[in-house]
């Protein structure tokens, strides 16, 4: 079934490692998105790509790197984990402006 | 910028009881809406979705129609069931129409439990 796939599902993370979150969609769709759902605070946008070859910051951006090197591919990366990084991310994507977006099943993300 | 305000939770109902979930906004011009749901453990699934003012979306039993004069698009069923359980997220594009790429904005979130 086409969609967007997330790897990995969960990841326990030590305080300083590094980690890439892998997100894959085979939509051809042009926009991007990486949000983090924590409890009490709702979904909040860390980072976005209108296009392959850009990439824009979110609400919560420190901390976290993006690129886009093709359309199908958003790898979300944390230099230097924290634990206030513990959280679960949505990977998504849309065709373009004003449409609706398509999820990710999510990677939760502990860091301790 | 654009926002969204959405009823405070959780909700919980009986089975066949009605629901209604507030939302409004507050947008430049006039954005698309949307309802995305969240079983627990899962990413969201959009639910329904209105274009254009007085548009009403429906699926699944739940309805919801794009006031422009209240600026709201408040969530309604009839008759929930047990696996309506779950969460529920109104959104919208922030700035529509510019060069944002519909990223959403989305409201806090209402926990809905339905018991037997």
């Known amino acids: 079934i086409a969609g967007i796939t997330q790897a990995p599902t969960s990841q326990i993370l030590a305080a300083g490692r590094r980690m890439t979150l892998r997100c894959t969609q085979d939509?051809?769709?042009?926009?991007m998105y990486w949000y983090r759902q924590d409890l009490g605070l709702g979904l909040r946008l860390i980072h976005y790509?209108?296009?392959?070859?850009?990439?824009g910051k979110g609400e919560v951006p420190d901390g976290y790197s993006v690129s886009r090197a093709n359309t199908d591919d958003f790898p979300l990366t944390l230099a230097s984990a924290v634990p206030s990084q513990t959280s679960v991310y949505f990977c998504?994507?849309?065709?373009?402006?004003?449409?609706?977006?398509?999820f990710g099943q999510g990677t939760r993300l502990t860091v301790v | 910028g654009d926002s969204v305000t959405q009823m405070e939770g959780p909700v919980t109902l009986s089975e066949e009881a009605c629901l209604t979930i507030?939302?409004?906004?507050?947008?430049?011009?006039?954005?698309?809406l949307f309802w995305y749901v969240q079983y627990p453990g899962e990413g969201l699934q959009l639910l329904l979705k209105a274009t254009k003012a007085d548009d009403k979306g429906s699926n699944k039993g739940f309805e919801a129609t794009y006031r422009k004069e209240t600026t709201s698009f408040h969530l309604e069923k009839g008759s929930v069931q047990v696996s309506d359980s779950a969460v529920y997220f109104c959104a919208l594009p922030d700035n529509a129409g510019g060069t944002s790429y519909g990223k959403l904005t989305f409201g806090q979130g209402t926990i809905l439990t339905v018991h037997p």
């Open positions: 507030n939302c409004t906004y507050t947008a430049t011009g006039y954005p698309s």
């Open positions: 998504a994507s849309s065709v373009t402006v004003n449409t609706e977006a398509f």
């Open positions: 939509m051809r769709h042009n926009a």
């Open positions: 790509s209108n296009t392959a070859g850009t990439t």
